[in-house]
T-cell receptor, first 112, second 116 residues
Framework: KQEVTQIPAALSVPEGENLVLNCSFTDSAIYNLQWFRQDPGKGLTSLLLIQSSQREQTSGRLNASLDKSSGRSTLYIAASQPGDSATYLCAAPTGTASKLTFGTGTRLQVTL | GAVVSQHPSRVICKSGTSVKIECRSLDFQATTMFWYRQFPKQSLMLMATSNEGSKATYEQGVEKDKFLINHASLTLSTLTVTSAHPEDSSFYIC????????????FGDGTRLSIL
């Protein structure tokens, strides 16, 4: 059974700082790993999907890395902005490739 | 693109009412759709997986007679919460994926269900 853990649970940083969100998973036999953003009361916005054959993916100020052997992924956010404030979720497949197990999320607050 | 539309976005109804939530893939064929439930400040929990034309597969602890899922076409899946009670109040989110392994899931905007 896949278990996904995210650290820290909450994070507050001043605008402009670079930050790293951590995700760990127990079953390393994954096809990919996804990072999502969720605003309060809203659905999920997909940020990055890393295939198992890749070590990292970049989109704008976001960079996600994947280390299958250690069961870890990180999401790096450069030059944080107040608009980045949201909950960030990572999700890894479990059992069959299509089912996702979500972490508990990191609530990020970027202050002015 | 891969747009998933979920409707309604918010439902408030009396205890005992049955509520239907729709999940549509607008610009792609979704052979598989997923239904999740999210309690406040918690993560998403998978309720069931539905493949077009087949019966849904429910996760352990999810009552299939309580949460009826229909996936009759490649663009539409519905979740019906039957005889809803206050404990069914939650945020329900659907996702859809194309045919094939290693396909990403695309998520709807969720439905906030409040049972009085």
């Amino acid at each position: 059974k896949q278990e996904v853990t995210q650290i820290p649970a909450a994070l507050s940083v001043p605008e402009g700082e670079n930050l790293v969100l951590n995700c760990s998973f127990t079953d390393s036999a994954i096809y990919n790993l996804q990072w999502f953003r969720q605003d309060p009361g809203k659905g999920l916005t997909s940020l990055l999907l890393i295939q198992s054959s890749q070590r990292e993916q970049t989109s704008g100020r976001l960079n996600a890395s994947l280390d299958k052997s250690s069961g870890r992924s990180t999401l790096y956010i450069a030059a944080s902005q107040p608009g980045d404030s949201a909950t960030y979720l990572c999700a890894a497949p479990t059992g069959t490739a299509s089912k996702l197990t979500f972490g508990t999320g990191t609530r990020l607050q970027v202050t002015l | 693109g891969a747009v998933v539309s979920q409707h309604p976005s918010r439902v408030i109804c009396k205890s005992g009412t049955s509520v239907k939530i729709e999940c549509r893939s607008l610009d792609f064929q979704a052979t598989t759709m997923f239904w999740y439930r999210q309690f406040p400040k918690q993560s998403l929990m998978l309720m069931a997986t539905s493949n077009e034309g087949s019966k849904a597969t429910y996760e352990q602890g999810v009552e299939k007679d309580k949460f009826l899922i229909n996936h009759a076409s490649l663009t539409l899946s519905t979740l019906t919460v039957t005889s809803a009670h206050p404990e069914d109040s939650s945020f329900y989110i659907c996702s859809a994926s194309r045919q094939g392994s290693n396909q990403p899931q695309h998520f709807g905007d969720g439905t906030r269900l409040s049972i009085l």
